[in-house]
């Protein structure tokens, strides 16, 4: 009996080992350029917000729209203007924009222990109900660069009337980090 519980020990503190040594050897930075995709330097925030806010462990990231390097931002309604592939695609911007800010921030990707709560705000026809597809590009995202264990995320998905300047898509983040 003594022998068995001792094995049981060692596999679980090697299982443990592996599992930590797993999770430290993760390159969300090299995984988004495995897809093709390139962070985003950040642009200054308006002088009475603030990008990202740290308390503790937790990061609280502002609302952040589908915005490319370059500038650009998608604009219009889904329903009207852009359908839920094109939706889903803004949503990835946004999912870029916002891992562009977290890694300012905090200086490396790889210090994300859990992606914990996404709010994604959807600028939607009266009689749009598929925001959740929508919203759906970020949290696959999500799930790519940093595999289910981090990326998977509590959610919400709702419709707006309209966003600020018209773009397509907002979406907010609470990430918890390395001390």
């Known amino acids: 009996m003594k022998n068995l519980m001792i094995t049981l020990i060692c596999l679980l503190l090697v299982c443990s080992m592996e ?6 050897s993760h390159d969300p930075e090299a995984k988004l350029a495995e897809m093709g995709l390139s962070l985003i330097p950040p642009s200054d925030a ?5 990008k990202a806010v740290r308390t503790g462990n937790l990061i609280f990231l502002s609302g952040h729209g589908p915005t490319n390097a370059e500038g650009e931002t998608t604009r219009g309604k889904l329903g009207v203007d852009l359908t839920v592939e094109q939706g889903r695609e803004a949503a990835q911007l946004t999912g870029v924009q916002l891992l562009s800010s977290l890694k300012a921030e905090i200086g490396d990707l790889k210090k994300v222990k859990k992606v914990v709560k996404v709010l994604g705000m959807v600028n939607s026809a009266p009689d749009f109900t598929q925001q959740p597809a929508v919203v759906h590009g970020f949290t696959d995202l999500m799930i790519d660069v940093f595999g ?15 966003l600020p300047g018209g773009m397509a898509i907002e979406i907010e983040m ?6």
């Open 174 to 179: 609470i990430v918890e980090v390395e001390d």
């Open 46 to 50: 308006p002088s009475k917000i603030m």
């Open 19 to 24: 599992s930590t040594f797993a999770q430290g």
């Open 148 to 162: 289910e264990e981090i990326g998977k995320h509590a959610r919400s998905a709702v419709g707006m009337a309209s």
